[in-house]
């Protein structure tokens, strides 16, 4: 009877451990789709057949977030694999101690209709109870047999439960080692993908060192410009922070020149807005950021550093720019080239889109979360489609991607 809790027991965990590895290899399972999904969209936005004319630095740098992104694939695969391995391993132990204990409950099992047999032979069940010194002890052989019975019945059903246990074993090694010869295919084609984009690395930074004082030159020069975009937009920001502050009469003491004085409604927008910090929508349906916030080393060039004022986004081309939050549009800028900036107020927040071949709204216009804001600008030799996604707290820059979904 011991024994059979034992096997009852030992069951129980086997499938609870199971469980529990399962829910981790899903999580492994999601963490790869995405992962392939990411460079499946990179290699439809950057490096498709028309979009083989660009510039040597723009090319290394989109391959090298290839290069990053396979790298995480193999790194997930691997951990994948791993997982699998580990139990595969478990199981096959589980199967051997399932065997083991199948083995023993059937052993028992034979020694009992054999004791069982032999008892029959030597004495009937009748004369056994008729052989009884007084009612109490035959009682007691009465109740013995009838527990004798359902312990017999029990064993043979218990035997019954392991032979299920140890074919539902059996199936699910069968189904890991097919998801792992599957998932080494998989990860063997990745990793000649990986020495094909290396290789292809290797040729850019070959070329990009032999002409380095010009690509150094066109940098330094795209990093002015930059700046310089930047620099307006500051300027504007504060100066539209001006405009508004003065249209206000009776001015609190206590207000600065470079934050906007908030009405109620105002104050109840900015604080709805910074409640959903970190659940805002991306600015784009579909694409990859391909510039991080911040201040970042240059990856080709050392000594030189780039002062990213916000996310840059790769979407396919005819994408618009949709605004994040409900607001109202500050300011549509427009550059030297055509492109246009437009700029929504959420309060004392303010979101910026900039690089827009066209604009759906003018200054002023109420703007509902999702509402298209114009068309994002393609450019004509590299085809890449790219927004500049900027946030602002009054005049201060905030990095975007601790305030938007995370995909």
Sequence with gaps: MARTLKHIIFSFFLLVSFFGVSQTKRELEKQRKQYKQEINQLNKL????????KNALDELDDLRQKINLRNKLLSTIENESNLLSRNIDKNTNNLKTLNANLASLKEDYADMIYKSYKSKSQQSKLMFLLSSQNFYQAYKRLEYMKQYAKFRKNQGLEIEKQTVNIESVIDSL???????????????N?????????K??????SKIKR????????????????????ARIDKLIKEEIAKANNSIKNKPKSAKSNEF????EAKA??????????????PIQQGLITRKFGVQPHPTFPGITINSTGLHFVTAKESDAEAIFDGEVLNVLVDASGKKNVMIRHGNYISSYNKLASSYV??????KTGQKLGKIYTDKVSKETTLVFSLFKNTKRLNPATWILKR
Excluded: C, H, M
Aim: overall charge positive; proline content about 2%.
């Design 200 to 205: 292809a690395q290797e040729v850019l930074i």
């Design 362 to 367: 003018k200054k002023g216009d109420k703007i």
């Design 190 to 198: 990745q990793k000649k993908a990986l020495e094909k984009d290396k």
């Design 174 to 188: 069968k189904i890991l080692k097919e998801e792992k010869d599957t998932l080494f295919v998989f990860q063997e």
């Design 261 to 264: 004085i908030l009405s109620p």
């Design 211 to 230: 002409r380095e004082s010009k690509y150094r030159r066109d940098l330094r020069d795209k990093i002015k410009a930059e700046k310089l975009v930047a």
């Design 269 to 282: 927008l900015a604080a709805n807005f910074e409640s959903n910090k970190g659940k805002l929508p991306w």
């Design 46 to 53: 950057l490096f498709s057949e028309e979009k083989k004319e």
